[in-house]
Structure formats: structure tokens, C-alpha cells
């Protein structure tokens, strides 16, 4: 193993993931701290991304989860390691990019890593320390509002600064964009100066190359999914990484297959409502649920009268206005709960009964998809839209046999989504 990689949050450990098989890494993605031994499957990969939901817990916990998770890694042979949180920098006041940040440095000893939540190609562009989100700084974003992590301050070294002790510089643009030597030599003036951790602009995938190369070296790299860009360059170079690669290539799974979704995302309706152009659909209605708990009985009946013969979808996926009159009867939170639990159910009772292609839709409603089926880690495949790559489930699982999963969170997806992933598997 090469590279060891904390993630904050499930979606984002797999764009990490997905970024890293796309440069050639063979990468597994477990879904928090693996107990005890890791099976051989884990240990036949150049990375692993231990998938925390460690971004707005306690400080203190959050610290104590990815110090279990370095550990877990450093036990299996990794020399990198890869701290990644959102190209948003999604972080309270009190954390807990900076506290975390602080113990790993402090667990392994080092003395300088860099903050990059750059990801050009989804619009985060970093300059001057700044981070925009498209066109506009990030205090002006959509994220000023954000329920769990308003961010109201666009300044990076500013935001970090509040969150950590050491000193926290900066690499400008005018040096990144002179390439990677320009930005070691920065980097070694800075720690010169006493500077703990660098915000690095980036505005460009050929900036993150650079910038990927520049700290081939450094221990800790702290960033969103972009720097991950140009790592595998860097064990290539090293000869630790072969240059024809089949790191996307999963092993084939044989059986039939469905679409569970609970994502009532705009994309999320599109693609429903595109599946039900030809294509065989249930629904199943948040309130007639709360009342009729057999409804789940009743979607799986259905599902399988036909699941041999063509995919099935079973959705609750629904309008925002509905959602509205559903959430203002039963709660938000119990009425998002009820839901998941269904729908994890469902996806349990497809598996029993011989799915093993299962296209999931919303972030939560994967979170408790998998947990329901058991599964621990993901093999990563090829990618099917950007973010979103197949996954064969790996280990001890509910079902003893894998199961290829395609966890598709909100917005991601083009409007054939579902059965372009499903053909992608054929
Ligand atoms: P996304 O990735 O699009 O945000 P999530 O699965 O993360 O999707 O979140 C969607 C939430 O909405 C889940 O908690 C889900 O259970 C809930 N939900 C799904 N369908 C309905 C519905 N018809 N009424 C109310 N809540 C729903």
C-alpha cells in the first residue's frame, strides 16, 4: 500500500477514491476503520480510503476516529497519508479540519503539509488564499447558508489560522504557476519562516499536477479530491507504481439487477422519471409507509415477479413540494429515517432474493444501504459519471457473496444515469 487516505464523509472518501483508480491507483474504500486484520483484498491495493463521518462530530472525536484511522493504515504499510475534506472546506469554527490536522502531524512527526481544497473542475479555484465556488467567493456561495457548516469567511489561511496553533502561510498563485520546483522552493522558505501548514492556490488541473509533484515528499497532505491528481505520478516516478494499469478492472459479478433511490434531489427526479419512460417502477409513498409497514413486503413481492427478467427501480423519490407535506406530517428527521430504513430493507430483501447489481441513489440513502447489507469495504471500479465509479462490495458481508454497488449521491448523474450505469456492467 502505498497511499493512506482519511476522508470526513462517505461521498467524499469515494471521489478521492474515484480520482485515485483514475490515475492508475488500485484502490479499496472501507467504510470506517476496518476491525482488527484487514483481509488480503484490502492489502492488494496502492491505496485505501478510510471513510469516516467524522465532519461535524466532536472535535475530539473526530481527532481520536482519523488517529485510528492512521493507525490502521500505518499498521499496513503505508508512508503517505491523505487527510481529505471538502473542496468547500466545510468546517465548524472550532473544526475539525484544523484539530485533526494538528493530531496527525503531531502522530507522525512532521513538521509542514499543504491545504488544497482546489477542484477546478467542479469550479473550487483557490487564488490568493481565497476560495471561490464558480464565480463567486465562498462567503457568497450557497455555503453562507449551509445548515451544519456556514461558511462565512472566504479566506483560507484566516479559517484554518482560527482552527490550529501552528502557523499557517501561504504558496500564491505567481509560484504555483511557475510549476513544481518553484513551488518546493516556497515551501522550504516557508518552513524557514516557521509556517506549519501552506493554503496552496490552484486554479487548474495543470496547477494540482504541480502541486501533486511538488510534495511528492511531505508525509501529510491535507486537501479536497484535486491534489490527489497528480500523486500517482509521483510513484510512478518512484518506480513504486506500474504505468500499464488495470486499477479500475472489479471482479465480475453475475446476477440480477435494480435501482433503489431515496434521493429526492433534482437530478435524482429527472432520472426517475426517465427510467419510467419503458422501464418497470414502484413507489413507495412516505406517508402510506408510516401507516403500512408492509409496504415493504409488498415492493419486494413485486420486485420479484420480475428482477429475473429486467432491472426493477423502487423509488421514493419525490417533488420538493411533497417531500415539504410529507416532512411537515411526520418530522424531518423521522420522516428521512422512516425512508431510509425502508429502503435499506428493500435493498436487503432484493440482495436475498439474487440482486447482485445495485444502482443506489441519495447520499444518506447509501449510507444506510450499505450498512444494512454489512458491507465494510469497496473495491473501486471504473467510473460511470463524474464522481460516481461502481464498487464491488469486499469481505464479510449479509450476504456472503459481493455485490456491485454504484452509490450515486444528490445531483451527480446524467438524466439516463440508472440504466447507463446498469449497461456499463452488462
Ligand atoms: P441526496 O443525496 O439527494 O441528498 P439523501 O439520500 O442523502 O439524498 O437524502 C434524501 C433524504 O430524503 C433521505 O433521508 C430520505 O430518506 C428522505 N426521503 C426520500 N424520499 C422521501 C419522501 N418521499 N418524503 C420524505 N423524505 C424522503
Not at 502541486?211 to 510513484?235: H, K, M, R, W
Request: net charge neutral; hydrophobic share 45%; with cysteine.
Amino acid at each position: 500500500m502505498l497511499l493512506g487516505c482519511i476522508a470526513d464523509d462517505f461521498t467524499g472518501a469515494t471521489d478521492l477514491a474515484n480520482m485515485l483508480v483514475r490515475g492508475g491507483m488500485r484502490t479499496v474504500q472501507t467504510i470506517g476503520v476496518p476491525a482488527g486484520e484487514a483481509d488480503s483484498a484490502a492489502l492488494q491495493a496502492d491505496a485505501v480510503v478510510v471513510a469516516l463521518k467524522s465532519r461535524t462530530i466532536a472535535p475530539e472525536e473526530a481527532v481520536a476516529q482519523s488517529l485510528a484511522a492512521l493507525k490502521w493504515l500505518q499498521a499496513h504499510g503505508c508512508k503517505q497519508f491523505y487527510f481529505k475534506y471538502c473542496s468547500t472546506f466545510d468546517s465548524t469554527p472550532r473544526g475539525n479540519i484544523g484539530p485533526v490536522i494538528d493530531a496527525l502531524m503531531d502522530a507522525l512527526d512532521c513538521n509542514f503539509t499543504i491545504a488544497c481544497p482546489a477542484f477546478p473542475k467542479n469550479g473550487r479555484t483557490i487564488f490568493r488564499g481565497y476560495l471561490f465556488v464558480g464565480d463567486v467567493p465562498l462567503n457568497e456561495s450557497g455555503m453562507k447558508d449551509h445548515p451544519l457548516t456556514p461558511m462565512t469567511d472566504a479566506n483560507l489561511v484566516r479559517v484554518l489560522q482560527a482552527q490550529t496553533k501552528r502557523k499557517v502561510g501561504l504558496v500564491r498563485y505567481d509560484t504555483v504557476s511557475d510549476g513544481a520546483t518553484a513551488i518546493g522552493e516556497r515551501i522550504a522558505a516557508l518552513r524557514r519562516d516557521g509556517v506549519a501548514m501552506a493554503v496552496v492556490d490552484a486554479v487548474s488541473d495543470a496547477d494540482l499536477h504541480a502541486i501533486g509533484e511538488a510534495c511528492a515528499d511531505l508525509p501529510l497532505i491535507t486537501a479536497g479530491s484535486g491534489v490527489a491528481l497528480g500523486l500517482p505520478a509521483n510513484f510512478r516516478r518512484a518506480g513504486l507504481l506500474k504505468h500499464e494499469s488495470h486499477a479500475a478492472q472489479l471482479p465480475r459479478v453475475a446476477g440480477a439487477a435494480a435501482v433503489v433511490s431515496g434521493s429526492c434531489s433534482t437530478a435524482t427526479n429527472a432520472q426517475v422519471a426517465e427510467w419510467q419512460k419503458g422501464r418497470p417502477a414502484f413507489r413507495i409513498d412516505a406517508l402510506e409507509l408510516s401507516a403500512n409497514p408492509g409496504l415493504v413486503e409488498d415492493a419486494l413481492r413485486w420486485a420479484r415477479e420480475r428482477v429475473d427478467r429486467e432491472p426493477v427501480l423502487i423509488y421514493a423519490t419525490s417533488t420538493p413540494e411533497q417531500v415539504k407535506a410529507v416532512q411537515a406530517r411526520l418530522g424531518v428527521e423521522q420522516a428521512g429515517a422512516l425512508v431510509e430504513n425502508a429502503l435499506a430493507d428493500i435493498a436487503l430483501g432484493l440482495v436475498q432474493t439474487g440482486v447482485r447489481k445495485l444502482v443506489v441513489a441519495g447520499g444518506e440513502t447509501s449510507g444506510a444501504v450499505v450498512g444494512r447489507l454489512g458491507v465494510t469495504s469497496l473495491r473501486i471500479g471504473p467510473q460511470i459519471d463524474p464522481g460516481v465509479p461502481w464498487t464491488v462490495s469486499e469481505g464479510a458481508t449479509q450476504m456472503g457473496e459481493p455485490v456491485a454497488l454504484a452509490l450515486k449521491s444528490g445531483n451527480f448523474g446524467t438524466v439516463d444515469f440508472f440504466a447507463k450505469a446498469l449497461s456499463k456492467l452488462a
